[in-house]
């Protein structure tokens, strides 16, 4: 017993300062990337072929890039209903307050905007692995330690040259009453590798201490206020995702974390799996990297329910 | 009869030097070198033209420290190993899932991955009788963790049978190793099972660098068996504090969450992810460690030593505890055996099995790391040999620091991979042996790339340990596993 206690002194208060204080990370962090373009020789395209994921594109999709159709689910012989279709059973909570739209299943990879001349950087295909930089001896890229990826919409992980990225804002203030001080999440692993999946459960440590901001993950869908999706959505995945978000209570939530569960990741276009979680449930928020830190999943949840400064 | 290709730990051969056998033969020469106690570290097919499929094992002998090769064509159907050989039982179920071979005589004939797509349900094994019922879990869990379904047939509490069926994380990596971008391979490698990104990128590295002739300076092997340890020291942490999660004895679960990050965050100090991303490549680590850093990390590391010294010894002073790990899940050294079990799971079953100690590869041929065993087989033996190998490699990892080589961290220039060469990979990742098999066609391009993760050895020894169980101790004994879905899925 006077062990227990006197491990109890020892170990101490270990909780991080986090949001009231900038996070600590280390300095080779990689955290958000910014282009240069004006380092670039005109023609050199080195750092789009270097990656490998299709994320670093020129004025549009990359030419690696293929637009994913998800085919009908069938399930018992039965062909289901639309993929990421809207069920007439769910009610969605609308977002009124002219933030950005929700990215809805129906913006695919491959809709991305026509941009401004040079390198741009799909933050949601984007492995931070920095090949693009080792593949760029002008030194056209380079990744900060800014910790703050989260975006609303699909579109708005676009990285490019000048602009801002377009961080998370809070849900709407009808959706913020019901979840703001208590979300209940249900979290499905659909491919994930086990680094995404670690790095979420960490924050259930003392160390980001998750339930001191109401946010809870649930053993069941049928208690939880939405789905915290993982991994590229493997086909012997898809009906088990399928099912749990159907299972979740309207009006719901559902948050992809990590390059799989956005685009697939290292695994886009393999045809085992369907290029993240968008086929089969409408997602409203989007934590990029592969897998993010602690830090920035945490940053994207408190964002979306309004406990951070837009900043 | 040939006696087969021997080679070591990240040696390679002309592909064409592996004895090709009868089918008759190969099952022969399979079954008399487990016998004479070699361990199947693998055992794959690969199309050899027209219908015909080139089956290859390779047989550990930890004693001798090699690897033995052999292979053999087979058509339609071949002679399962399984009745004579368990261990083999996983393996060719793999080979009839992905070639339509079958395996005659195997007597578990069920998918492994359903590669094919669709719900991963099969038929299967029932217990019928009075008070006789079946619990179905998975695939998606009440944790945050990865999806597989779990078959419980329970008289009462008790668990007569346990039938783990997997596949839901397949994601085409072996596939896509060949008939992929190369710019993508590494990435594969790395989130194959993304827990244990160092212990795979290491063996990929290994078996590139050997089929390409490349040197791998001393500095960079040494950086990579930090990198290794401290992927281990975290994970193991990370097991005895779920561990104790799940006995609900919550201070070793507290710290031990926490300390599990501190131990990632080593990792981090010296590439800047948790998970050890973008560390290892082909010849050599892409982040050095200077001065500064080296003793920011052994200050680190000596606070993290000191912390989890702490929470783990409370453990072993609980009688409640100790109740509940004691005597549970336990296996015995003959079914271990028999299973072909690797890593922590095997050495808790008094078996030494260790690649750093049988096949010393990198900086392990010069330093060693005394291996660690128990004997009794169950949940406090499977948590005592993790707790005795974190106590040595935090001074593995401190020694490497103090003495790291000069020069530099990564060899100068890549090299093309030869033509036709066959390389066997093995390293000691903290599940147990992660082991690559890697061959090149006659253009030098990949033309096989095999995986084997300690899970897919390990899967069946959790079944085999919940028999007699009750099944309230299903999450105690999965946890002292630990195994990777997605690693065994791939």
């Given at each position: 017993?006077?062990?227990?206690?006197?491990?109890?002194?020892?170990?101490?208060?270990?909780?991080?300062?986090?949001?009231?204080?900038?996070?600590?990370?280390?300095?080779?962090?990689?955290g958000?990337?910014?282009?240069?373009?004006?380092?670039c020789?005109?023609?050199?395209?080195d750092?789009?072929?270097?990656?490998p994921t299709?994320?670093?594109?020129?004025?549009?999709?990359?030419p690696?890039?293929?637009?994913?159709?998800?085919?009908?689910?069938v399930?018992?012989?039965?062909?289901?209903?639309?993929?990421?279709?809207?069920?007439?059973l769910?009610?969605?909570?609308r977002?009124?307050?002219?933030?950005?739209a929700?990215?809805?299943?129906?913006?695919?990879?491959?809709?991305?905007?026509?941009?401004?001349?040079?390198?741009?950087i799909?933050?949601?295909?984007?492995?931070?692995?920095?090949?693009?930089v080792?593949?760029?001896?002008?030194?056209?890229?380079?990744?900060?330690?800014?910790?703050?990826?989260?975006?609303?919409?699909?579109?708005?992980?676009?990285?490019?040259?000048?602009?801002?990225?377009?961080?998370?804002?809070?849900?709407?203030?009808?959706?913020?009453?019901?979840?703001?001080?208590s979300?209940?999440?249900?979290?499905?692993?659909?491919?994930?590798?086990?680094?995404?999946?670690?790095?979420?459960?960490?924050?259930?440590?003392?160390?980001?201490?998750?339930?001191?901001?109401?946010?809870?993950?649930?053993?069941?869908?049928?208690?939880?206020?939405?789905l915290?999706?993982?991994?590229?959505?493997?086909d012997n995945?898809?009906?088990?995702l399928?099912?749990?978000?159907e299972?979740?209570?309207?009006?719901?939530?559902?948050?992809?974390?990590?390059?799989?569960?956005?685009?697939g990741?290292?695994?886009?276009?393999?045809?085992?799996?369907h290029?993240g979680?968008?086929?089969?449930?409408p997602?409203?928020?989007?934590?990029?990297?592969?897998?993010?830190?602690?830090?920035?999943?945490l940053?994207g949840?408190?964002?979306?329910?309004?406990r951070?400064?837009?900043? | 009869m040939?006696?087969?290709?021997?080679?070591?730990?990240?040696?390679?051969?002309?592909?064409?030097?592996?004895?090709?056998?009868?089918?008759?033969?190969?099952?022969?020469?399979?079954?008399q070198?487990?016998e004479?106690?070699?361990?199947?570290?693998?055992?794959?097919?690969?199309?050899?033209?027209?219908?015909?499929?080139?089956l290859?094992?390779?047989?550990?002998?930890?004693?001798?420290?090699?690897?033995?090769?052999?292979?053999?064509?087979?058509?339609?159907?071949?002679?399962?190993?399984?009745?004579?050989?368990?261990?083999?039982?996983?393996?060719?179920?793999e080979?009839?899932?992905?070639f339509?071979?079958?395996?005659?005589?195997?007597?578990?004939?069920?998918?492994?991955?359903?590669?094919r797509?669709?719900?991963?349900?099969?038929?299967?094994?029932?217990v019928?009788?009075e008070?006789?019922?079946?619990?179905?879990?998975?695939?998606?869990?009440?944790?945050?963790?990865?999806?597989?379904?779990?078959?419980?047939?329970?008289h009462?509490e008790e668990v007569?049978?346990?039938?783990i069926?997997?596949?839901?994380?397949?994601?085409?990596?072996?596939?896509?190793?060949?008939?992929?971008?190369?710019?993508?391979?590494?990435?594969?490698?790395?989130?194959?099972?993304?827990?244990?990104?160092?212990?795979?990128?290491?063996?990929?590295?290994?078996?590139?660098?050997?089929?390409?002739?490349?040197?791998?300076?001393?500095?960079?092997?040494?950086?990579?068996?930090?990198?290794?340890?401290?992927?281990?020291?975290?994970?193991?942490?990370?097991?005895?504090?779920?561990?104790?999660?799940?006995?609900?004895?919550?201070?070793?679960?507290?710290?031990?969450?926490?300390?599990?990050?501190?131990f990632?965050?080593?990792?981090a100090?010296?590439?800047?992810?948790?998970?050890?991303?973008?560390?290892?490549?082909?010849?050599?680590?892409?982040?050095?460690?200077?001065?500064?850093?080296?003793?920011?990390?052994?200050?680190?590391?000596?606070?993290?030593?000191?912390?989890?010294?702490?929470?783990?010894?409370l453990?072993?002073?609980t009688?409640?505890?100790?109740a509940?790990?004691?005597?549970?899940?336990?296996?015995?050294?003959?079914?271990?055996?028999?299973l072909?079990?690797?890593?922590?799971?095997?050495?808790?079953?008094?078996?030494?099995?260790?690649?750093?100690?049988?096949?010393p590869?990198?900086?392990?041929?010069?330093?060693?790391?005394?291996?660690?065993t128990?004997?009794?087989?169950?949940?406090?033996?499977r948590a005592?040999?993790?707790?005795?190998?974190?106590?040595?490699?935090?001074?593995?990892?401190?020694?490497?620091?103090?003495?790291?080589p000069?020069?530099?961290?990564?060899?100068?220039?890549?090299?093309?991979?030869?033509?036709?060469?066959l390389?066997?990979?093995?390293?000691e990742?903290?599940?147990?042996e992660?082991?690559?098999?890697?061959?090149?066609?006659?253009?030098?391009?990949?033309?096989?790339?095999?995986?084997?993760?300690?899970?897919?050895?390990?899967?069946?020894?959790?079944?085999?340990?919940?028999?007699?169980?009750?099944?309230?101790?299903?999450?105690?004994?999965?946890?002292?596993?630990?195994?990777?879905y997605?690693?065994?899925?791939l």
């Open positions: 017993m006077f062990d227990v206690l006197l491990a109890r002194w020892n170990q101490g208060h270990r909780t991080v300062g986090f949001p009231a204080s900038p996070p600590a990370l280390p300095d080779r962090f990689r958000r990337p910014e282009v240069d373009p004006s380092k020789p005109a023609g050199c395209r750092c789009a072929e270097a990656c299709g994320a670093v594109r020129f004025d549009g999709p990359s690696q890039e293929r637009p994913h159709a998800c085919p009908p689910l399930w018992r012989g039965r062909t289901t209903d639309d993929p990421g279709g809207e069920s007439p769910v009610v969605r909570p977002h009124t307050d002219g933030g950005p929700s990215g809805r299943a129906g913006e695919e990879e491959g809709e991305v905007r026509g941009g401004g001349p040079g390198v741009q799909d933050l949601g295909r984007c492995l931070f692995c920095t090949d693009c080792d593949a760029c001896p002008q030194g056209s890229i380079a990744y900060t330690t800014d910790h703050r990826l989260a975006t609303r919409a699909r579109e708005d992980l676009i990285a490019r040259p000048g602009e801002v990225l377009k961080l998370a804002a809070a849900l709407d203030e009808k959706a913020r009453r019901l979840f703001g001080r979300l209940k999440l249900r979290q499905v692993s659909a491919g994930g590798c086990n680094a995404c999946e670690a790095d979420v459960n960490v924050l259930n440590t003392v160390v980001f201490d998750l339930g001191r901001f109401g946010i809870q993950f649930v053993a069941s869908p049928r208690h939880a206020d939405g915290l999706v993982t991994g590229p959505v493997t995945m898809r009906l088990a399928r099912k749990t978000w299972a979740v209570p309207a009006p719901k939530i559902a948050i992809a974390v990590g390059a799989c569960a956005i685009s990741g290292p695994y886009v276009d393999h045809p085992e799996v290029n979680a968008s086929c089969e449930v997602i409203d928020l989007y934590i990029p990297g592969c897998p993010p830190h602690p830090v920035t999943i940053d949840l408190l964002r979306l329910l309004g951070l400064d837009a900043k | 040939t006696s087969p290709l021997t080679l070591h730990n990240g040696e390679t051969c002309a592909a064409g030097e592996v004895p090709l056998l009868a089918a008759a033969e190969f099952r022969e020469e399979v079954l070198a487990v004479g106690g070699r361990r199947i570290a693998a055992l794959f097919g690969r199309p050899a033209g027209g219908d015909r499929v080139r290859a094992a390779v047989l550990a002998n930890g004693a001798e420290g090699t690897l033995a090769l052999t292979s053999a064509d087979v058509e339609k159907s071949f002679h399962s190993l399984t009745p004579d050989c368990p261990q083999a039982h996983l393996f060719e179920r080979i009839a899932e992905q339509g071979l079958v395996p005659e005589g195997h007597p578990w004939m069920k998918p492994v991955r359903f590669p797509g669709g719900a991963a349900v099969t038929d299967f094994f029932r019928r009788g008070e006789v019922h079946e619990v179905a879990v998975g695939p998606v869990h009440a944790g945050v963790i990865e999806p597989g379904h779990f078959r419980f047939q329970c009462g007569f049978h346990l039938e069926s997997l596949g839901y994380q397949h994601r085409g990596v072996e596939r896509a190793m060949i008939e992929g971008r190369e710019a993508r391979r590494i990435h594969l490698i790395e989130t194959l099972a993304g827990d244990t990104s160092i212990g795979h990128a290491m063996a990929y590295a290994r078996a590139m660098e050997a089929l390409s002739g490349a040197r791998v300076p001393a500095r960079a092997q040494a950086l990579r068996g930090i990198a290794l340890e401290l992927e281990r020291l975290a994970n193991h942490t990370g097991d005895l504090a779920a561990l104790a999660n799940d006995v609900g004895y919550l201070p070793t679960a507290s710290y031990g969450g926490r300390i599990r990050g501190d990632l965050n080593l990792t100090l010296l590439c800047g992810s948790r998970f050890g991303r973008g560390l290892v490549r082909p010849g050599g680590v892409r982040f050095d460690l200077d001065p500064t850093r080296a003793a920011e990390l052994v200050e680190r590391l000596d606070a993290a030593t000191r912390d989890v010294g702490e929470a783990v010894n453990l072993w002073e009688p409640s505890v100790m509940r790990f004691e005597e549970t899940g336990s296996i015995s050294r003959e079914v271990c055996e028999q072909g079990l690797v890593g922590p799971a095997a050495r808790a079953c008094g078996v030494g099995r260790d690649v750093r100690h049988e096949f590869y990198g900086i392990y041929r010069f330093f060693q790391i005394p291996m660690s128990w004997e009794t087989g169950d949940v406090f033996a005592h040999v993790r707790w005795l190998e974190i106590q040595r490699s935090i001074p593995f990892i401190r020694e490497q620091v103090k003495a790291l000069e020069g530099p961290a990564r060899a100068d220039a890549a090299h093309p991979l030869e033509a036709g060469r390389c066997v990979s093995l390293v990742g903290w599940r147990g992660i082991c690559h098999v890697a061959m090149t066609d006659a253009a030098g391009r990949l033309a096989a790339y095999k995986i084997v993760d300690p899970s897919f050895h390990n899967w069946t020894g959790l079944a085999m340990a919940l028999r007699g169980q009750q099944i309230s101790d299903f999450p105690l004994c999965n946890k002292s596993f630990n195994l990777s997605c690693g065994h899925d």
